[in-house]
Every structure is written in C-alpha cells, then in structure tokens.
C-alpha cells in the first residue's frame, strides 16, 4: 500500500476529499441530514463518531463532518480537516434552551461561548474568550433572515460544558442575567481551536429543551419541536456558507 502522508488517523480522510467549506453536527445522522440537501453528494468515509460527506450545492463545495459529543473528538474533527485544507467551519447543532422566552424548537446563532468545557482550556488559558468569527457570524444572521421569513431567529452566547447530566444551579442562576442563550457541548472548543489555528468558526443550533421553562414537554413533544428547527438551521448554514464562499476568504 503507499503511504500517503495527508490521510488522517481519525476522520479517515485525505488532501482532496473534503471542501473549504465544512458543517460539524455532533450527530452522524444529522450529517447525513445535511448532505441530502446538497445537489449531489457522496460518503468520503466513517470512523468512530465521525461520518464525512462531500458534496455539491448550488455550484458550490460542500463537506460535513460529524464531531461526536463534546470537545475532545470536536477538536480532533476540526484539526484533521483543517491539515487537509477546510478552513471555514459552521457547527450545526441542538442545545437547551436557558431563557424563559427561548421556546422548545428555536433557532440561535451562537457568537461566542463560556469555556465551561475542558477541551478549549487546553488549548488556550480560561482568560482567552472563545468567540465565534465575525464573517461568519454575519453570514448566519444574513442567512436567517432570507431563509426565515420572519420567523425568529434568537442569537446570544452558548454555556459549553462537559458533564451533560450535571446541572449547576448557582452559574445557570448567574448566567440567567447575562446573554447567555442556549447550554451546549462543543461552540466552545470549535471557536477555541478556530482562533488558535486561523480558522474561521460560527454556530447555528436548534433547541430542544429548555429547563427554564414552566410547562416541561414529553420527550415526544420536544423531538418533534427540535426536527422544525433543525431542518431551519440546516437551511441556514447551508446558505451562509454559500455566502461566505461566493464572497471568498479574505
Ligand atoms: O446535537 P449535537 O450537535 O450533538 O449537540 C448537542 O447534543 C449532544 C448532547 O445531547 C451534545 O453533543 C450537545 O452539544
Ligand atoms: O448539551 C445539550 C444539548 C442539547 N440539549 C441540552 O439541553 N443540552
């Protein structure tokens, strides 16, 4: 077999495979999700948690790369791709909810995100905020507004964090105040590692829950809120992409 020094041990993928322009769900089948909107696509390969697709939109290339849940395979995800060339990154993903007016099955884009994780305080010290790039930020809000038609679209910080079944009631209090928006696991890491390694980075995810709320919905209800939204933040990340791509990397 030759040895080709560009494929990489995790994603399984080499030079050549995968675009400039990459959507990171944590979710394998949202992955997939995302790559049968595309004009035409193909699977690059699987491995572990990550399933990568390539595609075609509207003219334009396209890759998504499932991350798994959490920072440390999210970083690996972003690292492999970025060696084999992707240099804009959206995360396409859920979270809960944490504002009472933030129903089940919104929309938000996430500009930046509180380092509640391990992963992004690896790669740089607590006092570095993890934010997400303005480009790209701007191109999700531009995005929502063409593909929402008015429907709203929420934006505000993400609490990323590790432990999915911890809740510390004390920091969810606090951040109540602040514009924190949505509790997730990877916006932290997926900004973190973007601004040390001179990528581009943005988040747009669907909620699926919101602890705050008075009236909590059954498991049934919440899913089928979360697949609306979901289906809106595919939209938009798609469309932001096209746009970023057609405006170039400056
Ligand atoms: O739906 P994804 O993108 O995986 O995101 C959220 O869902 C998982 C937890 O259920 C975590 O990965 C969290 O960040
Ligand atoms: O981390 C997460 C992801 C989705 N929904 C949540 O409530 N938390």
């Known amino acids: 077999m030759t040895y080709d020094p560009t494929l990489q041990k995790h994603i399984r993928c080499r030079q050549g495979d995968v675009a400039e322009y990459v959507m990171i769900p944590g979710d394998p089948a949202r992955a997939r999700r995302i790559a049968e909107q595309f004009d ?11 399933v990568v697709y390539t595609g075609v939109k509207d003219g334009v290339r396209l890759s998504v790369c499932s991350t798994g849940i959490g920072g440390p395979s999210t970083a690996i995800a972003i690292e492999e791709l970025a060696r084999i060339g992707a240099h804009t990154f959206i995360r396409v993903g859920s979270a809960g909810g944490r504002k009472e007016n933030i129903p089940v099955g919104s929309v938000v ?28 930020t701007q191109a999700l809000l531009e995005a929502a507004r063409e593909t929402l038609n008015g429907e709203p679209c929420f934006t505000g ?30 916006c932290a890491t997926v900004f973190t590692v973007g601004a040390l390694r001179g990528l581009r980075t943005g988040a747009v995810v669907g909620t699926d829950s919101n602890i705050f709320l008075a009236k909590q919905l059954t498991l049934e209800e919440k899913d089928a809120l979360y697949q609306k939204a979901e289906r809106k933040t595919i939209a938009i990340a798609i469309a932001a992409l096209l746009r970023l791509a057609r405006a ?3």
């Open 157 to 186: 910080v993400s609490f990323t964090r590790d432990a999915y079944y911890v809740q510390n009631r004390e920091l969810n209090e606090t951040f109540k105040e602040t514009e924190a928006a949505v509790s997730e696991m990877e």
């Open 248 to 250: 170039g990397r400056d």
């Open 40 to 50: 035409s696509f193909e699977k690059v390969s699987e491995n572990r948690e990550y």
């Open 109 to 136: 884009v996430v500009n930046a995100a509180i380092k509640g994780d391990g992963t992004s305080n690896a790669y740089l010290p607590g006092i570095y905020p993890a934010v997400a790039t303005v480009q790209v």
